[in-house]
């Protein structure tokens, strides 16, 4: 009798959620943008089509395309535009599979972050979701073609996870690790930036660049290079290529393993100085020279990737120090923490102060690995009889 009474709350677990709704009568929301539109908040969804559906859309600028469904709304917030959308899509809308948010530039300009407030204090949202600056309509990037899955947003949270580790010119954001900038002793932030571009008639997404956001709007842009640069600052710069010039022809290509900086600032009264301390490690990737490799040889390619990584680096913090007079280089947060008492007079300065900063760059590679072969190919032989690869008649 133990035993029955003992089973009997499982079997009511395996029956599942009473206030469960059925697939069919739902809008699984997979992609957000917002943006600003007449002076109102215009949001956009992109919605998994159930397996068998018509196409439908509605509202303004709905359609459907492929295996996702779009849709538009003007609204005050997104809880009234979500609730508009319902007209629309015939169905209740969900968002426990969103992954992707997208603002619009337009609206990023002004302050974004009170829109965003449902994200946190709803349940249904995930805070694990990816965030975005775009310069166009965020359906725009909902809307594009894809290359391998059924929905847009779906594949670029795929290259999020999965692919872009190996590329140090981007650095991707969650909508929790946001909040944890905003809500810093420094409040300023970054935000990816995803734009649509042309391939053989084809619309895609690409990554490219970075916004840098100070208080709640965002200030200005870093390229690509300032990029690799930021990420090189955080500690974010796990991987990648650089192809390094040693004279006006030869290049030499290093894949990039390991990069780790360290910051020690020095605060006097208002006068900041710090020292960044940059180590990287990588693996020759090619070599189009015609030097056979040495350790001098090595060694002077790694001077050149050294200079390389300090150019990015300092075109990052003269970007974010005399254009934007923003910290998100991490120098603020050591500061921070090297001086805790001290900050609690400097706090409301701090861009000022970073923007008057000495910041020195010492950068040093090394190179692990030179490959499986231990010399370029010679192809500049005088005799032809010495190429054992030549056929003879």
């Known amino acids: 009798m133990g035993r029955i009474l003992f089973i009997i709350p499982f079997l009511f677990l395996l029956m599942g959620c009473w206030s469960s709704q059925e697939l069919d009568n739902s809008a699984l929301v997979h992609g957000i943008g917002l943006d600003k539109s007449d002076g109102k908040l215009r949001i956009s969804v992109e919605i998994i089509k159930p397996t068998g559906a018509s196409e439908q859309g509605g509202g303004e600028g709905g359609g459907g395309n492929g295996q996702h469904i779009l849709l538009e709304r003007d609204a005050d917030s997104i809880i009234q535009g979500t609730r508009a959308l319902i007209r629309d899509a015939k169905r209740r809308l969900y968002f426990d599979h969103a992954r992707l948010w997208v603002i619009g530039e337009e609206l990023a300009k002004e302050d974004f972050i009170g829109y965003l407030d449902e994200s946190r204090r709803d349940q249904m949202f995930r805070l694990n979701s990816y965030l975005f600056i775009t310069e166009g309509n965020p359906i725009d990037i909902l809307s594009t073609s894809t290359l391998y899955e059924d929905l847009s947003s779906a594949e670029i949270v ?22 944890k900038l905003i809500e810093g002793p420094i409040p300023n932030a970054y935000l990816p930036i995803i734009q649509t571009k042309k391939e053989k008639d084809k619309t895609i997404t690409s990554l490219d660049g970075t916004a840098v956001i100070r208080n709640d709007k965002m ?54 100085k710090a020292h960044l301390n940059i180590e990287i490690e990588g693996t020759l990737a090619d070599n189009t020279t015609k030097s056979n490799i040495n350790e001098q040889w090595i060694s002077k390619v790694e001077k050149e990737v050294s200079n390389l990584a300090e150019k990015y680096v300092r075109l990052t913090l003269d970007k974010l120090q005399k254009e934007l007079k923003t910290d998100i280089s991490g120098i603020g947060l050591e500061t921070y923490r090297k001086y805790p008492k001290q900050w609690q007079n400097i706090q409301s300065e701090w861009n000022e102060i970073f923007s008057n900063a000495d910041i020195i760059i010492d950068v040093h590679t090394n190179i692990t690995h030179q490959g499986l072969i231990n010399k370029s190919i010679n192809r500049h032989h005088k005799k032809p009889y010495n190429n054992p690869y030549k056929l003879r008649n």
Do not use: W
Not at 162 to 176: D, H, N, R
Not at 243 to 264: A, F, Q, R
């Open 158 to 179: 795929s290259a999020l996870e999965q692919q872009t580790q190996y590329i140090a010119e981007y650095t991707s954001v969650k909508l929790y690790e946001f909040y």
């Open 219 to 272: 200030v200005g842009k870093l390229n690509t290079h300032e990029t690799v640069g930021l990420n090189v600052l955080l500690n974010k710069a796990k991987s990648g290529g650089e192809t390094v010039s040693l004279n006006e022809k030869e290049k030499v290509s290093v894949e990039i393993k390991k990069s780790e900086t360290k910051i020690k600032p020095t605060l006097v009264g208002n006068q900041l």
